[in-house]
């Protein structure tokens, strides 16, 4: 005979003392299964969820040190860029003393590749084309776009080394080309005569006297009186004492046709006819001849033709 499975469970509860009475408990056997399925369901809920945020806090923890390790690499490369675009401002400056030294010198030589190229408006567009490539570059290295940041930096350290190496080849051509030329170079007026504030450059200007627009052949440095003014390069005093509206004067003969002239001193230290050297004290700064204030007036002189000091300025 079959026996009929039955719909409930009875719960006894009994105390330890036999003095309290004996509870039961009638419950339901679907009642007792949905129990039993819940506490599975929340149980293993529970463990999904703990393994879930462990994995969270896991993938946040290596998000963290991702967004760190970036910031760090990201100020490498900065820095970096930064180091580059310096090293490319050094090969600027190799390239205009380069070319200024070339002008100076007046060198022209097409079996050593030294002649003089064209230096006015060409050379403007290419440094204006280099300056554009290199704010683009640095734009997008900046951005991360593009190509990776560190072959933008690659790249832009080759050109600048490539670049270095062919100036730093035509400096070192050029030091041995005037290596035989030390005399010529001495000779030549490359050397700021006076300290002080450039107080009027070479081209027209207001006249201070007349008010009228006049041709200025020098350049006027102003300082104290009494300020040491020096020879621009190795020559021959020429001439010294006073000589009009230049008050009084030193004119120098560096050979080549160059001639310069150093005016308004209060005192001159050299004789006409006394070789001098470049850096050599040959006056005092002054207020003499026409003048508004203490100041030298140095004028460059090729073959009589008043040229601007600044060209020929190496410091």
């Known amino acids: 005979?079959?026996?009929?499975?039955?719909?409930?469970?009875?719960?006894?509860?009994?105390?330890?003392?036999?003095?309290?009475?004996?509870r039961r408990m009638r419950i339901s056997r679907r009642l007792l299964q949905f129990g039993v399925v819940t506490v599975a369901?929340?149980?293993?809920?529970?463990?999904?969820?703990?393994?879930?945020?462990?994995?969270?806090?896991?993938?946040?923890?290596?998000?963290?040190q991702l967004r760190a390790e970036n910031s760090a690499l990201r100020s490498r490369i900065e820095n970096l860029d930064d180091q580059v675009q310096g090293l490319g401002e050094v090969v600027g400056e190799m390239k205009q003393f380069d070319a200024k030294l070339r002008a100076l010198t007046m060198v022209s030589d097409p079996v050593r590749n030294?002649?003089?190229?064209?230096?006015?408006?060409?050379?403007?567009?290419?440094?204006?084309?280099?300056?554009?490539e290199a704010s683009n570059l640095r734009r997008d290295l900046l951005a991360a776009?593009?190509?990776?940041?560190?072959?933008?930096?690659?790249?832009?350290?080759?050109?600048?080394?490539?670049?270095?190496?062919?100036?730093?080849k035509r400096v070192q051509e050029l030091s041995v080309y005037l290596e035989g030329q030390r005399s010529i170079l001495a000779s030549t007026p490359s050397r700021r005569p006076a300290q002080g504030y450039v107080t009027s450059t070479y081209g027209m200007r207001v006249d201070p006297f007349t008010g009228l627009p006049q041709m200025h052949s020098g350049v006027d440095f102003s300082n104290n009186i009494g300020t040491r003014v020096t020879a621009s390069g190795d020559g021959i005093a020429i001439y010294t004492g006073v000589l009009g509206a230049y008050g009084n004067i030193v004119e120098i003969d560096h050979g080549n046709g160059l001639v310069t002239k150093y005016a308004h001193l209060s005192k001159i230290e050299v004789k006409t006819g006394e070789k001098v050297n470049r850096g050599q004290v040959i006056g005092l700064m002054g207020n003499s001849g026409r003048s508004t204030g203490p100041h030298l007036h140095y004028e460059i002189r090729l073959r009589g033709v008043p040229q601007d000091p600044e060209r020929f300025l190496l410091e």
């Open 145 to 168: 776009s593009g190509a990776g940041p560190a072959e933008l930096v690659g790249t832009r350290l080759d050109r600048v080394e490539a670049e270095a190496s062919v100036v730093g």
């Open 41 to 64: 369901l929340l149980l293993v809920a529970s463990i999904v969820g703990a393994a879930n945020s462990a994995y969270l806090w896991e993938q946040s923890h290596q998000n963290d």
């Open 1 to 22: 005979m079959e026996h009929k499975k039955s719909r409930h469970f009875t719960l006894m509860i009994m105390p330890e003392t036999s003095a309290l009475e004996v």
């Open 114 to 132: 030294l002649a003089i190229g064209p230096i006015g408006e060409t050379g403007m567009v290419e440094q204006d084309a280099a300056e554009k």
